[in-house]
């Protein structure tokens, strides 16, 4: 299985992440991007802030690629994280998946993110017009 993992302080090309997952087996390639929201809670967003412990943080990305490749005979797997400012609109992260079956790549896109979420050491701070908040701490 082949994995591309990245943590970038520039724009997310998602074209990228989906050429890396194209593979000649795959029946099913799972995209998920996640982007800069307007509002959380009903408060208005201005920017967010990532910040993350980068050699951590890509093992623990690495992590997540082996088990997509052993729980879902995952054939490649692409997860890319922005860090630093991003404004509305603008992506965060990215992951790709493509395995040999379309139920397994949905399967397997859903617990990259999840665990990312979970597992990863990148922290993000949301600005609002009334105030600024840390969220998603990791260990």
């Not at 990305?61 to 490749?69: E, H």
């Not at 597992?119 to 701490?137: H, N, Q, R, S």
Request: net charge neutral.
């Amino acid at each position: 299985m082949q994995h591309d993992i990245q943590i970038q302080d520039q724009p997310l090309d998602t074209q990228v992440s989906i050429n890396f997952v194209n593979h000649p087996e795959a029946g099913g390639n799972t995209v998920f991007i996640g982007t800069v929201r307007a509002q959380t809670k009903g408060r208005r967003v201005l920017r967010l802030d990532f910040e993350a412990y980068i050699p951590m943080a890509r093992k623990e990305m690495q992590k997540i690629a082996a088990t997509l490749g052993q729980r879902w005979e995952a054939l490649a797997v692409s997860i890319h994280h922005r860090v630093g400012t991003l404004a509305i609109g603008e992506i965060a992260v990215v992951i790709a998946v493509a395995t040999p079956h379309r139920k397994a790549a949905f399967e397997a896109c859903q617990y990259a993110i999840d665990t990312l979420k979970e597992t990863v050491p990148i922290w993000k701070k949301e600005y609002f017009e009334d105030g600024e908040v840390w969220v998603a701490a990791h260990p």
